[in-house]
């Protein structure tokens, strides 16, 4: 990383939102005790995380499929009922 916080290939980035999005994003940065440009630094780099993980595990679960191992129909909507269950 450089020294302004940026990648050596992303120099720089702007993003532009709307005045409400803007007024949105300072309110949730005082409730988070922080400035909009770190709430969402941090909100973005939750979101890249989380996608990463997501697209792990969607490539183990094809890799699964592709080992011919698969859960019978009646066995993944116990699951899903399971999960969905108070």
Known sequence: MSQRGFSRTLKA???H????QEAQLA???TQAGT??????????ARYLDEEARFL?????GIAAAER????EEEEMDAR??????P
């Open 56 to 60: 792990a595990a969607v490539e183990k």
């Open 27 to 29: 309110q949730k940065a």
């Open 68 to 71: 011919g191992e698969f859960i």
């Open 35 to 44: 400035v909009p440009e770190r709430l969402v630094t941090n909100v973005v």
């Open 80 to 85: 899903l009922e399971a999960m969905f269950k």
């Open 13 to 15: 980035m702007e993003v």
């Open 17 to 20: 939102f709307t005045p409400e």
